[in-house]
């Protein structure tokens, strides 16, 4: 009997985007709410090159010193990758790599123009 698989609109790549974005809020909150990595949460996440490595999309608390997040999340990747490892029910551990997200910063200038508009 041959299986039939539905598809939901979720690929593999989409599951494991999710679930690392989940667990890695998870070590962030637990292991690194203590200084600039603190002021950042994550708003998303895509798998890419075959489930290599996964790109998650962050946001920063107003006010915050992007440049100095950057650099500390760039360190703080490796130990963060190995906490994911020990967490994730996978063969292959994806690298990981922290992309900034300026959407609310566009909705914010375009809210500014359309209130100039008025």
């Known amino acids: 009997m041959k299986r039939v698989r539905k598809n939901l609109g979720y690929s593999r790549g989409d599951k494991v985007a ?6 890695i809020a998870g070590i962030l909150a637990r292991d690194f709410s203590e200084g600039e990595i603190g002021k950042v949460s994550l708003a998303g996440s895509e798998a890419h090159g075959g489930l290599q490595f996964v790109r998650l999309f962050y946001h920063v608390k107003e006010g915050a010193d992007r440049a100095k997040i950057e650099r500390a999340l760039e360190a703080a990747s490796p130990k963060i990758r ?13 690298e990981i790599r922290f ?11 375009v809210e500014e123009i359309l209130e100039k508009l008025k």
């Open 18 to 23: 999710s679930s690392v974005q989940q667990h």
């Open 82 to 94: 190995r906490e994911l490892g020990a967490v994730m029910n996978q063969k292959f551990v994806p």
């Open 99 to 109: 992309v900034y997200d300026a959407t609310l910063e566009s909705a914010a200038r």
